[in-house]
């Protein structure tokens, strides 16, 4: 009973406490030991964790989306040295890779060569992430393009996006089809990075990174294979030719009175007008590259030296 | 024979595979997007346990594995009959599973290196021998040679048993196999002193005392011992020493050696030194081939599978009272808090719901029941997330599955494709007309949708001709041709595009008409040509049959069919029947989907039509007017109908 009514008044509170009861010295060791073990936790994570590296790799089916994680896969770890033959996906896969030491990185972009700091880093190698999506027509609403949405959206670190790889068939490039193809599907996921781009512009000040993004020129080591220039140059005339088709199409069913100034989103500059090219994009802040490479097709030396130049652009990006 | 066999992720990464001959990549490519991304293939799997699917020469049978999303396919010729096919997948996949459980729950999956040859090896050669005609021809072949020799040898050789000759035959092929050319099958395969066993330890006295029942059953093999008679090739040493018994009528020099190990058999005991002795020396050219292996795979491989079985045998079991009042309970917290694996039990009624949902919606019957089973198929052995119960884990699924077959394979952009003829980019083609094709049943708004379209085609200021092929409905063309004076009066009136109608009268045959409107069209620079036909009832094969000599005469580019939103169960037969109709390799692109305004939410023919055919939806006809035709839109399709 006097122990209950020794709680009720502060003087009573504070005898209990200086009591010395073994409680009493418990608690006061908990939160003596415990607060900063917390305070660490909570600092270390919210301030030293390093931004995010997720990269996320689309494109239309056949590129060679899934040879090139294979392909980085097989390198980062040092058991298999021989990447595994793929077909079609249906799910997309995180991976996560390292970058080899020897490419160099954004973030040691001012740092002499003679840096010491830089031998640390070749020994422990930057690891990154890399989403493959599947790029079958009916999979790239769902899959690749909601995919690319919730990771640029994202205000979580670890989830957020670094860079986009684009993916497309240099040598299959040449056939209409593919090309009308690969660059509808290139638009769509242009449409989103702007939208995003242009609707943070208005609300906010710009906190968001900008989304950097590489069409990775695939299949460089087949004969029919376009260069790197023509491969921009296709891509930019079949993408003006998609903005002049989509502005005249129809609308889709149900769309309310709210929806329909979506529907006039048009790629590049807000008219609609001037031809189109990757340049326009640079206004909204969307960086495209077109780098060639080859994720087969490096006969016996060193594995994966195709991939080499795109290696070097998700480092530039880190 | 088996082509090719793989082992791939849902994820596009094959983890294993071995191919007897040379298959294209395209093959499994094939498979992954007809059936399991476009689901245009329904798989018939009444009779058979895995389903089938065939591309060129081959046929493909399939196996899938949703916990670790694994797909095991088998290759093989359509020319020959595999009945083993459906056990060796099933086998496999349960062996491998067991194998590389840890491997493919880690994260490292795809950087395994799968050393599984031996073992796929042992159960192509176990299921091959047990039930396969290859095996049965070879027999033939191997008796055939063997007989004469033996008469003339040592008088009277014990006749062999059918257990014996069996596994001689895989003894034989398993020779085959091997890349040595050493004799195959000699008494050292059962030796365990061997380096590259898997189970070294407990191996030894086992298979002494086989042999020494081996040599026993040798001695008296006229009666008829069971032993070998077993289908476990762990059994197969006994025979193999039998086979070499038998093979010394076929090669003279081993003719002594044989005879000595045969003849202190009869001792009992005494036989195994004897056996070691001839181990020993012939141990040390066969060291590093699959067969010393193969016996001890084929111990473990039935390990593994008999594990399975009883596994599967207990979990029938289980639910008994105890069990199902405890399960009952357990699930139905789980329901409510989440984390559950989902039965077929479980899903049966929230499954029944959703289908009479969409029955509701006026999805026919099939589509919404093949739509059920395809969910059922997914979540089946699916853990529900956290606070998620049954029926929403099911909404969710059936969502998804909707969007996939409402979605599109690639671009519908049809302007763009009128401009990719009308003026290509390219030298290699003349520029020449689009030329687009209406067909449907009777009544359905054939006119009617294709002078929307005109009207859509004539704001992009093309040049449209509309040839009117229906000869055969009075008042046919007179419709039409109010139709094109209204249009050219519209489109004069906003100064686009122009159109004109080409109208041949009645009684002509339409397929002729049409092929004159294209001459016509390309000759005066149109850019468009819609061919109008007469509406046909689907299940009429005279009217059915014309079509075909309609698209090889008018060649056109996009051939629409139009159903009607209203149409019920009708709607799967009807799409059928008209992608059908035109001929090999001709198909529908497209449908336009008229009356959708008269229906409200009940939007269900849109899934059934599609879902009959994977062709997809092009336009919907939302109205009277010329401007009421609208694109598909995938997210407000479903939101109707799960609505």
């Known amino acids: 009973m006097s122990t209950q009514a020794s709680w009720t008044s502060l003087t009573g509170i ?28 909570f600092f270390f994570r919210s301030v030293a964790s390093p931004p995010s590296s997720n990269f996320l790799l689309l494109g239309p089916s056949g590129a060679g989306k899934t040879a090139f994680t294979t392909l980085l896969e097989a390198k980062s770890s040092p058991a298999s040295k021989k990447s595994q033959t793929t077909h079609t996906s249906q799910t997309s896969t995180l991976i996560t890779v390292t970058l080899p030491p020897s490419v160099p990185t954004g973030s040691n972009k001012y740092r002499s060569i003679n840096d010491p700091s ?29 995919e690319l949405v919730s990771m640029s959206s994202s205000k979580d670190l670890k989830t957020k996006i670094r860079g986009l790889l684009f993916m497309v068939d240099t040598a299959a490039l040449v056939d209409e089809a593919t090309l009308r193809d690969t660059a509808s599907y290139l638009h769509d996921v242009l449409l989103v990075l702007q939208q995003r781009a242009l609707g943070k512009g208005k609300s906010s000040t710009k906190r968001d990174a900008e989304i950097p993004v590489l069409i990775a020129g695939n299949k460089q080591d087949l ?96 | 024979m088996l082509e090719a066999f793989e082992i791939l992720t849902t994820s596009g990464v094959v983890l294993w595979s071995k191919s007897y001959a040379p298959v294209g990549a395209h093959v499994i490519n094939s498979l992954i997007n007809d059936v399991f991304i476009e689901e245009k293939v329904v798989p018939q799997n009444a009779a058979t346990v895995s389903p089938v699917f065939k591309k060129e020469k081959y046929t493909l049978k399939w196996r899938r594995n949703k916990e670790f999303s694994l797909i095991f396919v ?82 009277g050789p014990p006749p062999p048993l059918p257990g014996f000759l069996k596994a001689q035959h895989q003894a034989a092929l398993a020779g085959a196999t091997s890349d040595e050319g050493t004799p195959p099958a000699s008494p050292d395969t059962s030796r365990s002193t061997t380096p590259n066993h898997i189970i070294t330890g407990k191996s030894g006295p086992r298979t002494s005392r086989r042999a020494r029942k081996a040599a026993n059953a040798s001695a008296n093999a006229s009666s008829g011992d069971e032993h070998s008679r077993s289908r476990k090739p762990a059994k197969s040493t006994p025979a ?12 003279d020099e081993d003719d002594g050696e044989i005879l000595d190990y045969s003849a202190p058999a009869e001792d009992g005991d005494a036989a195994a030194p004897a056996v070691e002795a001839v181990a020993q020396e012939d141990w040390g050219r066969r060291t590093g081939k699959g067969q010393f292996v193969l016996k001890e795979l084929g111990e473990e491989v039935h390990n593994i599978l008999d594990n399975a079985d009883a596994e599967k045998s207990k979990d029938d079991a289980g639910s008994g009272v105890v069990g199902s009042g405890f399960n009952a309970i357990g699930g139905f917290f789980r329901n409510i808090v989440g984390g559950k694996t989902l039965t077929k ?5 929230p499954l029944k719901a959703m289908e009479d949902h969409l029955l509701k919606k006026n999805v026919a019957r099939e589509a919404a029941v093949r739509l059920c089973e395809g969910v059922e198929a997914e979540l089946v052995g699916k853990k529900t997330a956290n606070f998620q119960s049954v029926d929403a884990a099911l909404r969710i699924a059936m969502e998804a599955s909707l ?191 008229s009356k959708c305004d008269t229906v409200g939410d009940m939007v269900g023919t849109l899934v059934s039509m599609v879902h009959a055919t994977g062709i997809p939806i092009v336009f919907l006809g939302v109205g009277q007017h010329y401007g009421d035709l609208r694109g598909l839109s995938v997210p407000w399709a479903v939101s109707l109908l799960m609505k």
């Not at chain 2, 007309?433 to 002078?451: A, E, H, Q, R």
């Open chain 2, 240 to 251: 193999k020493k039998m086979r070499k018994w038998d093979a010394d009528g076929y090669a």
């Open chain 1, 223 to 318: 004969f029919t294979a376009l260069p790197a220039g023509s491969v921009r140059e296709k891509l930019e005339g079949e993408i003006e030719r998609i903005r002049k088709s989509k502005s005249k199409g129809l609308m889709d069913a149900g769309g309310g009175a709210g929806e329909e100034e979506e529907e006039e989103e048009v790629l590049g500059d807000d008219d609609g007008k001037g031809i189109f090219s990757f340049k326009l994009l640079e206004q909204v802040g969307i960086k495209v590259d077109v780098v060639g490479g080859a994720v087969k097709g490096d006969a016996e030396e060193e594995i994966g030296s195709g991939v080499r130049r795109w290696e070097e652009w998700i480092g530039m990006c880190l």
């Open chain 1, 14 to 41: 504070l005898t209990f406490l200086f009591e010395g009861s073994l409680s009493a010295i418990a608690v006061a060791i908990l939160i003596t030991f415990g607060v900063p073990v917390l305070l660490h936790i």
């Open chain 2, 403 to 593: 969007r996939k077959i409402l979605t599109p394979t690639s671009s519908l952009d049809l302007l763009r494709e009128i401009n990719a003829v009308t003026a290509p980019t390219t030298k290699q083609h003349a520029p020449r007309p689009y030329v687009m094709s209406i067909v449907g049943v009777n009544g359905v708004g054939k006119s009617t949708n294709l002078s929307k379209i005109c009207f859509f085609l004539l704001q992009n200021n093309y040049r449209v001709l509309i040839a009117a092929c229906d000869t055969f409905r009075s008042g046919a063309v007179e419709q039409l041709r109010v139709h094109a004076r209204n249009l050219k009066e519209l489109s004069s009136r906003e100064n686009v595009g122009e159109v004109e109608l080409y109208e041949k009268g009645y009684g002509k045959d339409a397929a002729n008409v049409a092929k004159d409107a294209v001459d016509y069209g390309a000759a005066n620079k149109f850019d468009v040509v819609l061919i109008d036909t007469a509406g046909r009832r689907h299940n009429d094969q005279r009217l059915m049959s014309s079509l075909e000599k309609f698209a090889k005469f008018a060649n056109p580019d996009k051939i629409f069919m139009v159903g009607e939103a209203l149409v019920g169960t009708d709607s799967v037969m009807q799409a059928r029947n008209f992608n059908s109709a035109f001929g090999t390799g001709r198909n529908l692109d497209g449908f336009i989907i």
């Open chain 1, 118 to 146: 830089l031998k640390e880093a070749t020994r422990n190698p930057i690891r990154y992430r890399l989403k493959d999506t599947p790029g079958h027509g009916k999979l790239r609403q769902t899959q690749g393009i909601a």
């Open chain 2, 345 to 349: 039990s479980d899903l049966q009624k």
């Open chain 2, 74 to 155: 088998a290759v093989y010729q359509s020319l020959l009959h595999l009945g083993w096919i459906d056990k060796l997948l099933e086998n496999i996949s349960t062996i491998f599973i067991d194998i590389y459980k840890d491997q493919l729950k880690g994260n490292r999956t795809r950087i395994t290196t799968y050393r599984f040859d031996p073992y796929f090896e042992q159960q192509v050669r176990e299921l091959e021998d047990n039930t396969g005609s290859v095996a049965e021809i070879y027999s033939a072949e191997v008796e055939g040679k063997k007989d004469p020799l033996v008469s003339s040898d040592n008088g």
